[in-house]
């Protein structure tokens, strides 16, 4: 059991200030779609005193009986299409439109649960999301720290991204109850979360009009404020597990003469980077991965996750090289228990002058930037192919490229540092793609294009 002294929640469900009400409702954004009731934020904002004292006093009620009017368990789902996919609502991204007075209500009370769980360090299994100032830039970094370590001390490196289907449509509401009394969460707190998430229906927009209305079984919604920190939640026990029974973890070892400088050793201890159900395993060996995988198997069955085995993927700097270009799977043979009956799990490797994916940041194990820069060009050539028959303008052209493509590019490349030269060659096919909405001849001097007084655009990549 957590050691965490109920106490520290005693203010988590007193009647709220009209100030903080207002205060929260404020920074709510705008723009949004609004749920079944058809209001907005922007609607919230613009009320008069007399209606905010009423909904005031509706606030505190739901906080008094730890629950919700029925109106707003109901919501509406509107389905994107994944691209490249058929027309089958499995093949969506489906995003829930829930009234927002509820999200508003529960940002209120998600701003004083996470403020009490980051104040007094509750949460121990290290997932990067959820709580205040949580930020995907640091398992990035440290991420990349490995893999430079790794490199300069010829250390071994297992590298495994774990694949789970439909995380957030699986969370079960008995383990959740499970985890947030580990927490030491008081009944009253574990009452009103729950009732977020019970007897709830949706319906669905088609192209033919709004579906009738169905109950939801299981899952807590995407469209939910507190969501992110109810996962993080939900999976700290397996992380912490993660922590306490390490075997072969990778081990960041400081240097000598800082040590001897601070005194004491600064070696930093991984075997996970987790951000919200991104989950990455780092081992020295094959065999802590296997531990590590047995365990995760077995909270998966225990909470009826369904992790999808071939979408795992593997990258080390210990496999054997091959002559040939067949790149053998490698079988990790898992501990059998009440709760894990597979007894392994292949994982195709990929080849070390690959590079993949963390947290949409592209990564080489043997940090070559050549896979880097085709990706840049290919990047370029696909977004001039896309815009070259479209009916735009060059201003318009140019914005794309400076405030959209620019800022995806620059995000996936934040490890990779390439130089001018190198970003100048890969965007050779939007220099052509502007001369040609602009009706220039091809040989006009490339200089041109990047004068501020004039197209404006953007040089090179930021490095």
């Given at each position: 059991?957590?050691s965490v002294?109920?106490?520290?929640?005693?203010?988590?469900?007193?009647?709220?200030?009209?100030?903080?009400?207002?205060?929260?409702?404020?920074?709510?954004?705008?723009?949004k779609?609004?749920?079944?009731?058809?209001?907005?934020?922007?609607?919230?904002?613009?009320?008069g005193?007399?209606?905010?004292s009423l909904?005031l006093?509706?606030?505190?009620?739901?906080?008094?009986?730890?629950?919700?009017?029925?109106?707003?368990?109901?919501?509406?789902?509107?389905?994107?299409?994944?691209?490249?996919?058929?027309?089958?609502?499995?093949?969506?991204?489906?995003?829930t439109?829930?009234?927002?007075?509820?999200?508003?209500f529960?940002?209120?009370?998600?701003?004083?649960?996470?403020a009490?769980?980051?104040?007094?360090?509750?949460?121990?299994?290290?997932?990067?999301?959820?709580?205040?100032?949580?930020t995907?830039?640091?398992?990035?970094?440290?991420?990349?720290?490995?893999?430079?370590?790794?490199?300069h001390?010829?250390?071994p490196?297992?590298?495994?991204?774990q694949?789970i289907?439909?995380?957030?449509?699986?969370?079960?509401?008995?383990?959740l109850?499970?985890?947030?009394?580990?927490?030491?969460?008081?009944?009253?707190a574990?009452?009103?979360?729950l009732?977020?998430?019970?007897?709830?229906?949706?319906?669905?927009?088609?192209?033919?009009?709004e579906?009738?209305?169905?109950?939801?079984r299981?899952?807590?919604d995407?469209?939910?404020?507190?969501?992110?920190?109810?996962?993080?939640?939900?999976?700290?026990?397996?992380?912490?597990?993660?922590?306490t029974?390490?075997?072969?973890?990778?081990?960041l070892?400081?240097?000598?003469?800082?040590?001897?400088v601070?005194g004491?050793?600064?070696?930093?201890?991984?075997n996970n980077?987790?951000?919200?159900?991104?989950?990455?395993?780092?081992?020295?060996?094959?065999?802590?991965l296997?531990?590590?995988?047995?365990i995760?198997?077995?909270?998966y069955?225990?909470?009826?996750?369904?992790?999808?085995?071939?979408?795992?993927?593997?990258?080390?700097n210990?496999?054997?090289?091959?002559?040939?270009?067949?790149?053998?799977?490698?079988?990790?043979?898992?501990?059998?228990?009440?709760?894990?009956?597979?007894?392994?799990?292949?994982?195709?490797p990929?080849s070390?002058?690959?590079?993949?994916?963390?947290?949409?940041?592209?990564f080489?194990?043997?940090?070559?930037?050549?896979?880097?820069?085709?990706?840049?060009?290919?990047?370029?050539?696909?977004?001039?192919?896309?815009?070259?028959?479209?009916?735009?303008s060059t201003?318009?052209?140019?914005?794309?490229?400076?405030?959209?493509?620019?800022?995806?590019l620059?995000y996936?490349?934040q490890?990779?540092?390439?130089?001018?030269?190198?970003?100048?060659?890969a965007?050779?096919?939007?220099?052509?793609?502007?001369?040609h909405?602009?009706n220039?001849?091809?040989s006009?001097?490339?200089p041109i294009?990047?004068l501020?007084?004039?197209?404006?655009l953007?040089?090179?990549?930021?490095?």
């Amino acid at each position: 059991m957590n050691s965490v002294s109920p106490d520290i929640y005693n203010s988590l469900l007193s009647p709220p200030s009209l100030e903080k009400w207002l205060s929260t409702v404020s920074s709510m954004p705008n723009g949004k779609a609004p749920g079944p009731s058809m209001i907005t934020y922007e609607m919230l904002k613009h009320l008069g005193p007399t209606t905010n004292s009423l909904l005031l006093t509706l606030i505190r009620k739901c906080f008094a009986s730890t629950d919700i009017p029925d109106l707003w368990r109901q919501a509406m789902v509107f389905p994107i299409p994944k691209p490249h996919e058929r027309c089958q609502l499995k093949n969506t991204y489906p995003i829930t439109l829930l009234e927002v007075i509820r999200k508003s209500f529960v940002k209120l009370f998600y701003n004083c649960l996470s403020a009490v769980l980051a104040a007094h360090n509750i949460l121990k299994g290290g997932n990067f999301a959820g709580l205040p100032r949580g930020t995907c830039r640091d398992p990035i970094i440290t991420l990349e720290s490995i893999i430079h370590d790794a490199n300069h001390n010829n250390s071994p490196l297992w590298i495994l991204s774990q694949d789970i289907s439909k995380a957030f449509d699986s969370v079960n509401l008995t383990m959740l109850k499970f985890a947030l009394k580990q927490i030491r969460l008081p009944a009253s707190a574990i009452t009103l979360i729950l009732s977020l998430f019970m007897n709830r229906s949706n319906q669905v927009f088609t192209a033919y009009g709004e579906t009738s209305s169905y109950q939801i079984r299981i899952g807590i919604d995407q469209g939910e404020v507190i969501f992110p920190l109810l996962w993080v939640i939900y999976i700290d026990p397996l992380l912490t597990v993660l922590k306490t029974e390490m075997l072969d973890p990778y081990i960041l070892r400081s240097p000598t003469l800082l040590s001897n400088v601070l005194g004491f050793s600064s070696d930093i201890i991984i075997n996970n980077l987790v951000f919200m159900d991104d989950f990455t395993l780092i081992s020295s060996s094959k065999a802590g991965l296997e531990h590590m995988l047995s365990i995760t198997e077995e909270f998966y069955a225990l909470n009826n996750t369904s992790a999808n085995h071939q979408k795992y993927v593997l990258i080390s700097n210990s496999l054997p090289l091959t002559t040939t270009s067949t790149v053998h799977p490698v079988e990790f043979h898992l501990s059998l228990s009440s709760l894990n009956d597979i007894p392994s799990i292949s994982v195709t490797p990929l080849s070390i002058t690959s590079s993949f994916r963390f947290l949409g940041v592209w990564f080489n194990i043997k940090g070559s930037r050549d896979f880097v820069k085709k990706q840049i060009a290919g990047e370029c050539n696909s977004f001039a192919a896309t815009l070259r028959p479209a009916r735009l303008s060059t201003k318009q052209v140019v914005y794309l490229y400076n405030s959209v493509l620019i800022p995806k590019l620059e995000y996936r490349m934040q490890v990779t540092h390439l130089s001018a030269t190198n970003c100048y060659v890969a965007t050779r096919s939007i220099r052509l793609l502007v001369k040609h909405k602009a009706n220039f001849s091809r040989s006009l001097p490339n200089p041109i294009l990047y004068l501020s007084h004039a197209l404006g655009l953007l040089i090179y990549l930021p490095i």
